[in-house]
């Protein structure tokens, strides 16, 4: 339930998209875990009557489901930060080539910028256009 109702939390801060983002992906793999969890340690308890056995299939279960617990978010924060590495040296890359094709442009002062405002609606009123 609380996985279902996060998906939901989630989602109303995340673009709609027609493919599975990174996170729905997470979010995913949890609810899968979750299931997977709660069907194997119920079909398999139901079968054990011995007390013993049953107190030991726990603590296998507990264990083997921290350990893929730990495993699937070690993944996703590893693929996480090798992406976010990714994207923030492409951005780097991609801003270097633009100073360099573009040395002019790139570090215009805001009163240029507010002055050729100011020219572009003068010529627009001189027109007789209607600048919206």
């Not at 998209?17 to 398999?44: E, R």
């Not at 893929?68 to 996480?80: H, L």
């Amino acid at each position: 339930m609380t996985s279902v109702a996060f998906k939901y939390y989630v989602q109303q801060f995340v673009p709609t998209v027609s493919y599975l983002t990174f996170m729905d992906k997470y979010i995913l793999s949890c609810m899968i875990f979750q299931f997977s969890m709660a069907a194997v340690h119920n079909s398999v308890a139901g079968l054990i009557s011995n007390k013993d056995s049953l107190k030991y299939f726990e603590w296998v279960c507990f264990g083997a489901g921290l350990f893929v617990f730990v495993a699937i978010n070690v993944v996703f924060g590893i693929i996480s930060v090798v992406y976010m590495v990714q994207t923030r040296t492409l951005m780097r890359d991609d801003k270097e080539m633009y100073k360099r094709t573009n040395p002019g442009n790139y570090s215009r002062p805001m009163t240029k910028v507010i002055k050729n405002e100011e020219e572009e609606s003068k010529e627009v009123r001189e027109k007789g256009f209607s600048k919206k």
